[in-house]
């Protein structure tokens, strides 16, 4: 079945430590995104990227970094410059073939600094 | 820039009864608008989405929205809500041609039986 796969769902950082969050997809999409949700926010875009090789950043991007090696893969790291990582972390992908697409949404990695 | 505005950050409705989930939107430009639901502790799921043609969209589980270019609206609504309609609701808007998606704030609908 194709899908976004993201992984860990749970994952808990310590102070000044660098965590890294997976994105996997096989839905042959060019474009993938990363997305932060907190309460009563909405979702806010992180960084995104249309291509290998090559991304951009979103609203919020510092404290963040990615890399796009790879089509099926976009995972984002959460350095230690993030003042206030503990949030939902959301991954997407988009077709950017012929008529506009929708995002497909994976199932979340949810970050808790202890 | 745009902006998409969700009028209710929360929605208490009971079952069987109808319910309208506001959204307005900001842009100088055509585009496209979208539904998105979620569960607890998941990812977003597309419930309908408007690209183009007739401003009325149905969607996924009974949905549907309707595009007001005027207003700028996008409202969605459903004549007779289920408990598990209970979720939260954000409608998203992209520019033409453009590659991000803006979110609302999102709209909690609650469901009492």
């Known amino acids: 079945d194709g899908g976004i796969t993201q992984s860990p769902k749970y994952l808990f950082r310590k102070e000044g430590q660098n965590v890294t969050l997976s994105c996997e997809q096989n839905l042959n999409h060019d474009a993938m995104y990363w997305y932060r949700q907190d309460p009563g926010q909405g979702l806010r875009l992180i960084y995104y990227s249309q291509i290998v090789n090559d991304f951009q950043k979103g609203d919020i991007a510092e404290g963040y970094s990615v890399s796009r090696e790879k089509k099926e893969s976009f995972p984002l790291t959460v350095t230690s410059a993030q003042k206030n990582p503990t949030a939902f972390y959301l991954c997407?992908?988009?077709?950017?073939?012929?008529?506009?697409?929708?995002?497909?949404f994976g199932q979340g990695t949810r970050l808790t600094v202890v | 820039a745009q902006s998409v505005t969700q009028l209710d950050s929360q929605v208490p409705v009971f079952e069987e009864a109808p319910v309208e989930l506001r959204c307005n939107y900001s842009s100088s430009v055509s585009v496209y608008l979208f539904w998105y639901v979620q569960y607890p502790n998941q990812g977003l799921q597309l419930l309908l989405k408007y690209l183009s043609g007739s401003t009325l969209v149905k969607g996924i589980n009974g949905f549907e929205a309707e595009f007001n270019k005027s207003q700028t609206s996008f409202h969605l609504r459903k004549p007779s809500v289920h408990i598990s309609d209970t979720a939260e609701y954000f409608c998203a808007v992209s520019d033409q041609g453009a590659q991000k998606l803006v979110f609302g704030q999102g709209t909690r609908l609650t469901i009492n039986p």
């Open positions: 997407a992908s988009r077709s950017g073939q012929g008529a506009p697409g929708s995002s497909f």
